[in-house]
């Protein structure tokens, strides 16, 4: 996933259709379909068929002026995803045409009188103003409930007191799982039984397998239902139910997640407990056939990585996603920005407190957080990182792949990417079709079916935006405005020709 913003800033919330027609200067009516539906943005338009226009989930409002046919002007607007129609009166209708609200009721589309006194643009402004507030609402519970937690976790009894902070933030329970399915501490309101065996099997999904999924979701009892793996190796999972999901209830139960990961993490078993032993012997220098019968004998794939929201849990955060204990932040704080420790000295060419075998540890990129993960794992783009990617190897070719993954830290950076694999023999060699469909629908997440069509298309014709447009049978504009959308959404410069080529690769991936 790629976003400007931080991780732990939520999305902008949609507004309820409710919310808007409770506004009262605005004299809206509903004349047909449910009011509780989201409304992610506004459109105005009058063309005869606005479907080459609409991204989906808007509200569309129009006086009618080229209103010929109303039961296929409603199905092209169902098509394209719309989320509502508001319907102006006057000055080209004194009324709303009987037919039109009969299809949007066929269709269940919800329809929209607006008045002859209040223009679109008191529409869009006040829509605009709720999404205004409900962000900022998001921001402040999402940051009083980061205070909570934080205060939670200091406590005598620290794991029930952040579930219970959890639990409490969400209006709901927190369960803290065994690897065996067992719930060990507990916290919230008693939720239905249904509930309660769905959230354990869910967090089965999980399970204690290293590289494997870090959150599944679901529903189950009438409640909604997520599942985190924590990462201290012993396969302990954080269940959630809730009776509903705030567009900020993701980012509070991940700082729920890295905290109660450092508060278990002393619980490691013992095999945890000499791998650790193992990596860090191989990064003061020890020849990898030393420690390889320690540490396994793999294949093992070395990750590097450098960014994260500068917290203290940044980087435990990103080794509990990836799913794994064994991590080396080279001295640098929770960003990975840092130096060695005070008073240290440091040979020019190294990675503080990365000394590998022989002595050599350039392939190591400065100021990045290294992790090992068991091959093959699944190394997804997370969030506000960074991420070179090392081939799968043995335990005696690890100094190799470090340099690898390093390697590809550098050309992740130079080229703007999220995720870079050392390349190893073409494209379809870097992952596994599995791997592969993963990353293309996690890369893919923003667009809209429309968009990503779009895209596939205009990339398949080398950027031509004629060719796109007859190739689509739609408007050259509406080809411009749906790439430069893409281009928003995803965060890439889309002339660039290695993100073109990963999101090529992507497209015919999902």
Known sequence: ????????????????????????DLGLRLLAGPEDVSIHWVHTSEMADPYPYLLGGELLMTAGVQLADPAHYVERVVEAGAAALAFGVTPVYDTVPAELVEACARHGLPLVEVPPRTPFTAVARALWRLMAEARLYELRRVTEAQQSLAAAAARPAPVPAVLGALA??????????????TPSVAAGREVPAEATRALRDLAGVLGPRPGGPASAGGDGGGLRLAAYALGGGDGLTLGVATE??????????????VLLSLLTAPHRGADATARDGALVRLLLGAAPAEIAGTLGPGPWTVVHARGGDGTPFAAAGLAA??????????????????????????????????????????????????????????????????????????????????????????????????????????????????????????????????????????????????????????????????????????????????????????????
């Open 1 to 24: 996933m790629t976003s400007a913003e931080p991780a732990a800033t939520p999305p902008a919330p949609p507004v309820s259709l409710t919310a808007l027609l409770a506004r009262r």
């Open 168 to 181: 409490s933030r969400l209006g709901g329970r927190a369960v803290l799982f065994a690897a065996d399915g």
């Open 244 to 257: 509903r999901r705030g567009p900020g209830d993701h980012t509070i139960a991940g700082v729920a997640v």
């Open 321 to 510: 996603a990836l799913g794994t204990a064994l991590m080396d932040t080279g001295g640098t704080g929770a960003g990975g920005r840092g130096g060695a420790a005070p008073g240290t000295p440091r040979q020019e060419g190294t990675t503080p407190g990365a000394a590998g075998p022989g002595g050599t540890a350039g392939s190591a990129a400065l100021g990045a957080v290294r992790l090992l993960l068991p091959a093959p794992a699944s190394v997804t783009a997370q969030s506000g990182w960074t991420l070179g990617v090392s081939a799968p190897v043995e335990a005696g070719e690890l100094a190799a792949a470090d340099a690898q993954a390093a390697r590809a830290l550098r050309r992740a950076e130079a080229t703007g990417a999220d995720l870079v694999r050392h390349r190893t023999g073409g494209l379809a060699a870097l992952v596994n079709p599995d791997e592969a469909t993963a990353h293309a629908r996690a890369l893919l997440a923003p667009l809209s079916e429309p968009l990503a069509e779009t895209l596939r298309v205009w990339l398949s014709l080398h950027g031509g935006w004629d060719r796109t447009a007859a190739a689509m049978d739609i408007h050259r504009n509406t080809v411009r405005q749906r790439i430069t959308r893409c281009a928003a959404l995803l965060d890439r410069d889309l002339d660039d020709p290695d993100v073109r080529m990963e999101l090529w690769f992507a497209l015919t991936s999902r």
